[in-house]
């Protein structure tokens, strides 16, 4: 069972494509099409529909690299149809379990991310910021600065999503992974500033008592 397409709300898909593409491919499902679903022996889900498309769900890949034999680039309706019937037929009514995208380990984060973005969000973070955290639904991040990060995939730092572009958006990502680390709560404000020492002056001209 993919846990990252069950996790694919109607919401992330609209956000991925379109309102448009999405309400086609919903009302295409429950007009119950027909498709031919097999898993081949490498682990992929391979669906035939009636209409004369194939969709090829590869294993380890996200829904960007999921392939499809129509013309159109990109994730097309009949990639969004194949999400949704699937999610359909696995009955994915068990309740969201909260989970922490802190658990999202750093080689993850180097595979997904440049080595520069990197970089500069440890100083950021270093460097002390605020950040508010919430992981009762879909877990976000809200980052003083650099905007909200969601993580709408249980540990798949693939489909994390910033509202920031480029290399902004890539350190935002790091920073909320890193936040998540800081705390169990489901809900909160965390500050990533480091408290320096306590420096105290003793004057040499103080004496103790005998």
Do not use: H
């Given at each position: 069972m993919r846990k990252d397409i069950l996790s694919l709300s109607l919401q992330e898909l609209e956000i991925l494509t379109s309102k448009g593409t999405v309400s086609r491919a919903v009302k295409e499902v429950e007009?119950?099409?027909?498709?031919?679903?097999?898993?081949?022996?490498?682990?992929?889900?391979e669906v035939v529909w009636e209409d004369s498309v194939t969709c090829v769900l590869p294993e380890a890949a996200?829904?960007?690299?999921?392939?499809?034999?129509?013309?159109s680039a990109g994730i097309c309706r009949h990639i969004v149809r194949t999400v949704v019937a699937y999610q359909k037929r696995s009955a994915a009514d068990e309740p969201k379990l909260s989970w922490n995208p802190g658990?999202?380990?750093?080689?993850?984060?180097?595979s997904f991310l440049s080595a520069s973005s990197l970089a500069k969000a440890k100083s950021v973070f270093d460097s002390g910021i605020a950040i508010e955290l919430d992981r009762t639904e879909t877990p976000t991040a809200k980052i003083e600065g650099l905007g909200n990060v969601f993580f709408p995939v249980p540990n798949d730092v693939r489909?994390?999503?910033?509202?920031?572009?480029?290399?902004?958006?890539?350190q935002a990502v790091a920073i909320a992974v890193w936040a998540f680390r800081l705390t169990h709560k489901n809900k909160g404000f965390v500050?990533?500033?480091?408290?320096?020492?306590?420096?105290?002056?003793?004057?040499?001209?103080?004496?103790?008592?005998?």
């Open positions: 007009s119950d099409i027909q498709g031919e679903w097999k898993e081949t022996q490498d682990g992929n889900t996200s829904i960007q690299d999921f392939v499809c034999t129509c013309p658990d999202i380990d750093d080689e993850s984060l180097r489909y994390a999503r910033s509202d920031r572009k480029g290399s902004i958006g890539e500050s990533t500033e480091r408290k320096k020492p306590e420096f105290r002056f003793t004057s040499p001209m103080a004496r103790t008592s005998p």
